[in-house]
């Protein structure tokens, strides 16, 4: 189990105050061809999304801080209403994810901050053995908001090849082969891109040609 700590939230949708539990400590062995990390005493990203048991509002602990403008949390509100919410309903971490994502949607978040909680939603289901339709729809909407973030220039430089790595691998695992050849190919477009990226890119793109 990833270690924890007990830590009180107030919602700011539904003012709720309860306790949750905060990450304090986990271990990381090897990452998979999509970074989905393997975790070596038990995934702690279920535990880095808090739920409110009040009305499902799903964040970062940051989230809880930060959301304060009264009108963004209206727009929230009226989200959670449309999700439908029972008191003290558990959520898995895919679930925790999926939810997280589509509230960044709402409160216009950048596309990399959407996509980048898709891609966790997808490691989530595969970690907790959901469906793996469940999986290809957040990784189908992971590629699509990591596409939108790099046409909306939202990537710093260095981080550009790392981001092309993943939309092509996703691709990839979504049989989606011209989009998986075109991400890998732009890797070679940009400057600075770390060895052990290029090794990793071209040994995927293997996998492409059998
Ligand atoms: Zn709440």
Not at 38 to 54: K, T
Not at 85 to 107: D, N, S, T
Not at 139 to 156: C, H, P, Q, S, T
Request: hydrophobic share 35%.
């Amino acid at each position: 189990m990833p270690e924890l700590t007990p830590k009180p939230l107030t919602c700011p949708c539904c003012k709720r105050a309860f306790e949750s539990q905060l990450v304090v400590g986990f271990s990381i062995g090897e990452k998979e061809s999509d970074f989905c990390p393997r975790y070596l005493d038990g995934n702690p990203l279920p535990n880095f999304m808090h739920v409110c048991p009040g009305c499902g509002f799903v964040g970062y602990e940051a989230d809880y801080r930060n959301l304060t403008d009264e009108r963004k949390i209206e727009k929230i509100k009226r989200l959670l209403v449309g999700l439908l919410w029972e008191e003290g309903k558990k959520l898995g971490g895919a679930e925790r994810y999926r939810r997280a994502a589509l509230i960044a949607l709402y409160l216009g978040k950048r596309s990399a901050e959407v996509a980048d909680l898709y891609l966790q939603a997808t490691w989530c289901s595969r970690m907790e053995g959901e469906s793996d339709e469940e999986e290809k729809q957040a990784r189908r909407k992971a590629v699509k908001y990591f596409e939108l973030g790099l046409a909306a220039d939202e990537f710093a430089p260095e981080d550009q090849p790392v981001v092309h790595y993943l939309v092509g691998e996703l691709s990839r695992r979504l049989g989606e082969i011209k989009k998986a050849r075109k991400h890998f190919a732009m890797i070679d477009e940009l400057p600075h891109v770390e060895p052990w990226l290029k090794e990793w890119r071209d040994k995927q793109k293997k996998m492409l040609e059998s």
